[in-house]
């Protein structure tokens, strides 16, 4: 009797903690074939759509979230799991059900409005998505992501000033972020405002040299600052490509 259990209870083990994400798709499916357990069967569905996400397959992924919220139906949580795969698969539509029902599942959480603003920003619908960052901005105003996020989004309007003024609410409730140093160094440039964007971005730059985009901003200004040079990327922007 113990020697059948011990491979399904390996199984479990692998399920629940292993590393690898081909070897927890493996042992969530084994765990969903081996039992009859509700609570089993809702985490290996949960964990293994972790896993499918992790492998970059968005649609085993919904589908294994959507097991889950069938198995849990007041959980917004699992809604938000299947609208982030769903988006990421393109299914649009469907992601913005499924958004709606976690926010209809867990108003009072700012996780499942940031979720939705996600999808409203992948339709194209910048002003919705605005709209859900702001609301999740009210519920946990400690969240340097979601003025981060607000931030994005306003530069994407090509509203600079109110996204400078999210980066720098991002920044100061989390000074140790680097990714709205990057973007108001950017929303400073399109601003005109050279001096500021080049301390954003040399900062970004000392913790991501990779970043080529950066390097290449910063180059093209060392350049211009040299004798006789000028700057393409401030003054005449239709040199470089509409850089950045």
């Known amino acids: 009797m113990h020697a059948r259990e011990a491979p399904a209870d390996d199984a479990s083990e692998r399920c629940r903690n292993a590393v690898e994400a081909l070897v927890r798709v493996s042992a969530c499916t084994?765990?969903?074939t081996g039992t009859r357990?509700?609570?089993k069967i809702g985490q290996a569905y949960n964990r293994r759509g972790h896993a499918n996400a992790a492998l970059e397959n968005y649609e085993a992924a919904a589908r294994d979230f959507a097991e889950v919220a069938r198995l849990n139906p007041t959980v917004g949580g699992y809604q938000d799991n299947r609208a982030k795969a769903l988006r990421l698969a393109g299914r649009l539509v469907?992601?913005?059900d499924a958004a709606d029902t976690a926010v209809r599942l867990a108003p009072g959480h700012a996780f499942v409005l940031r979720g939705r603003a996600m999808?409203?920003?992948e339709m194209g619908r910048l002003d919705l998505a605005v709209l859900d960052i702001s609301r999740g901005m009210e519920i946990d105003p400690r969240d340097p992501g979601l003025?981060?996020?607000?931030?994005?989004?306003?530069a994407k309007m090509i509203r600079d000033e109110d996204a400078i003024q999210n980066f720098t609410a991002a920044l100061e409730l989390d000074p140790t972020r680097t990714d709205p140093l990057r973007d108001r160094g950017l929303a400073y440039i399109r601003m005109g405002r050279t001096d500021a964007a080049l301390a954003d971005l040399a900062a970004y730059a000392a913790d991501h040299p990779?970043?080529?985009q950066i390097a290449a901003v910063l180059s093209i200004y060392k350049q211009a600052s040299a004798p006789g040079g000028r700057s393409p990327l401030i003054t005449d922007t239709a040199e470089t490509g509409g850089l950045p």
């Open 30 to 32: 084994q765990v969903l």
């Open 37 to 39: 357990d509700k609570s």
């Open 94 to 96: 469907e992601a913005l």
């Open 119 to 121: 999808v409203h920003e």
């Open 147 to 154: 003025p981060a996020d607000r931030g994005r989004l306003y």
């Open 210 to 212: 990779d970043d080529a």
